[in-house]
């Protein structure tokens, strides 16, 4: 096999706030590996919260090249990649996860098999997506839910957390009037304390808002929990749930989790983290970066495991450089072409 890496540059329609930060661009690795006249993709996004810069990235993907190199196919690479031994267990999660996603794209394209069908579901996974509406004014905030909604999105993400939550109030109040039959989300990003949460929570549920994301701050799952516990919402745990360890410790703790590919370590992790929350009373929330539809495809192949899905990173940017996953009328779909089967947005305007 051959490993190539490219940077591309991702730039947001618009800058997107949360609770912590301001995004407006990020910078992507393609991760491309070649074997016998084929080529497998994955994508490995930069990210300041995860401290992963694009250096670090390219580092770890150079490192890995001779051992990928050395494999006789991309088969026996995926199965020494999910066996967890040295070097493959050394990267961040985020390259483990745009190693695989290569690896799973090339052995699909090579069997002539949709990824959703290696891991075990014939038809084509779709589902409704969750939109995001970062932290804005009411006004722009409802104009975004009436656009939104006209598109075919039936489920909106708003983000909480500003220095005075009664502007988060207003800002769902808004988004419930401009649409009222939408189901919404709500995500602090972890700006809350626990006393705040308990607090703030109850006033969100009268607005008809479904569940909510990692209301306190990262790092004290038990007062995550103890939230949880006392809540009139479902609570999922995001930056507390990083790892297959961190889901077990919160499972039956919490209502949800949320799976994102570049916390995890790719699709193997993510099946483990299902496999382990059955039964436990924690759903899944399938969760993304801002990325490009490469780098959310991997995810879409896997949306019949969740009950919440949050799949829309490819859906803010101003210009995606692939294309197959859909979203735009507000359902992701998994492709029913060999591989990831997403193909460069150039190549699919020509067909």
């Known amino acids: 096999m051959k490993l190539d890496l490219r940077i591309v540059q991702l730039r947001l329609a618009e800058p997107l706030r949360i609770s912590r930060s301001v995004m407006a661009v990020r910078e992507a690795v393609v991760v491309t590996l070649r074997h016998g006249g084929l080529s497998g993709f994955g994508e490995v996004v930069n990210s300041v919260y995860l401290g992963l810069p694009t ?20 088969e026996a690479a995926l199965a020494r990649f999910r066996q967890g031994p040295a070097p493959f267990d050394q990267p961040p999660p985020a390259v483990r996860a745009g190693i695989e996603s290569a690896l799973l794209d090339l052995v699909g394209k090579r069997a002539g098999t949709p990824v959703h069908q290696l891991l075990g579901t014939m038809t084509p996974p779709a589902a409704a997506t969750a939109r ?58 972890g700006a809350w304390s626990v006393s705040q949460s308990l607090e703030l929570i109850p006033k969100f549920a009268e607005l008809g808002v479904e569940a909510i994301e990692q209301p306190t701050a990262p790092g004290r799952p038990d007062q995550l929990a103890e939230v949880a516990a ?71 192949h896997l949306v019949d495991r969740a009950r919440w899905i949050d799949l829309d990173g490819h859906l803010l940017l101003a210009h995606d450089p692939w294309a197959g996953i859909d979203g735009h009328d507000g359902t992701v779909r998994a ?16 067909t």
């Open 55 to 74: 250096e670090l990235i390219l580092r770890h993907l150079v490192s890995l090249t001779p051992e990928l190199e050395r494999m006789p196919d991309p």
């Open 132 to 189: 995001t509406i970062g932290i804005t004014d009411p006004v722009r905030a409802a104009t975004q839910a009436v656009r939104l909604t006209a598109s075919g999105f039936t489920v909106l993400k708003v983000k909480a957390g500003s220095p005075d939550p009664a502007e988060d109030l207003a800002r769902v109040r808004a988004v419930r009037t401009a649409a009222p039959g939408v189901r919404i989300l709500l995500d602090p990003n």
């Open 230 to 300: 006392r809540s009139a919402l479902p609570v999922i745990a995001d930056e507390d749930a990083v790892s297959y360890e961190d889901a077990v410790r919160l499972a039956g703790r919490v209502q949800g989790v949320n799976i994102k590919l570049a916390k995890c370590g790719g699709v193997s992790q993510a099946l483990r983290i299902c496999a382990a929350l059955q039964g436990s009373g924690t759903d899944v929330m399938l969760g993304c970066l801002t990325a490009s539809s490469l780098g959310i495809a991997p995810a879409v």
């Open 335 to 350: 492709p029913d072409r060999a591989g990831l089967g997403v193909r460069p947005a150039s190549a699919e305007a020509d």
